[in-house]
């Protein structure tokens, strides 16, 4: 019953199967931290790993009954796909910093003041907050998400629709979380319907760039968690430098908007600039 539902709507059972791991583990796993007594770390929680990883799970499910063991370990090697241009390393690495530094740098025009920076302590904490966002999101996300989702819906629809379409989807995957003060939207927000608009897009302008960058490196998930640990990084990054930042309310929220507008004009550009060829790359590692 559920082979036949999968093979005949796979993209849709990626998305449900997806929904239903990540929901299922990752709720509980909210609630048993939330009510749990202060600096005690339940380890019932680690069961919230498993809805972490859901959007991998779902598509190597998905995968293995469309495709079998071969589909399987085709999925697979997109995370060993390392030997991309150099170039690529440091985009990834840096360009999240240039962009979410420059809105904070614009907030100035907006009458805030940077009062004190630390920027020693940013660097010394740089790798750091990168290899700590690896495994609570990008190393379970992104198999799922580039690995599988993206190159299904490029198939069927145009850059712009299957990275909007995802980001969608990326959006509500989040659900749960948005029940966690922190996990998605940053904790400093109150969960509410304009804090929510706000990440939807500043989902969907990450979706763009990620989308622009897959394309360029062969279709590499590897890039992709890497570039995503950079994204969720960035912010932490900053805020060490300027940690008078971290909870004004009307500063966070500025540069929280500008950030995701100048994702969206630089992942637009590039985008628009390299059609031909990003179009290229995928028919050649689809």
């Known amino acids: 019953m559920l082979t036949s539902i999968i093979k005949r709507n796979p993209l849709s059972s990626f998305i449900i199967l997806n929904y239903l791991i990540s929901w299922t583990f990752l709720y509980p ?45 085709i999925l697979l090697k997109k995370v060993l796909i390392w030997r991309v241009h150099w170039f690529w390393y440091i985009f990834i690495l840096f360009m999240p910093i240039i962009l979410y530094g420059s809105a904070v740098w614009f907030s100035t025009l907006f009458g805030f003041q940077l009062d004190s920076a630390h920027p020693e302590d940013g660097f010394k904490a740089f790798f750091y907050l990168i290899l700590l966002a690896l495994p609570f999101g990008p190393m379970g996300e992104e198999l799922g998400w580039r690995g599988y989702m993206l190159p299904k819906l490029l198939k069927k629809m145009d850059i712009w629709r299957s990275s909007l379409l995802l980001g969608f989807v990326w959006t509500l995957w989040h659900l749960a979380s948005f029940t966690f003060p922190g996990a998605a939207i940053p904790s400093v927000f109150e969960v509410n319907v304009w804090t929510i608009f706000l990440y ?68 637009g550009v590039l ?16």
């Open 29 to 73: 796993c909210y609630q048993i931290i939330l009510q749990a007594e202060d600096d005690v770390f339940p380890p019932l929680a680690l069961i919230g790993l498993i809805g972490a990883y859901g959007p991998s799970i779902a598509a190597l499910i998905v995968t293995a009954v469309l495709d079998g063991k071969a589909g399987v370990k």
């Open 200 to 267: 939807f897009l500043y989902i969907c302008a990450e979706t763009l760039l990620l989308t622009y960058v897959y394309l360029k490196t062969k279709g590499s998930v590897l890039i992709a968690i890497l570039f995503h640990a950079s994204l969720n990084a960035c912010s932490n990054f900053l805020l060490t430098i300027f940690p008078d930042i971290e909870h004004n309310l009307p500063h966070r929220e500025i540069i929280y908007i500008v950030n995701f507008l100048l994702l969206a004009v630089v992942a």
């Open 271 to 286: 985008l628009c600039s390299n059609r031909g060829d990003t179009k290229h790359n995928f028919q050649n590692n689809a």
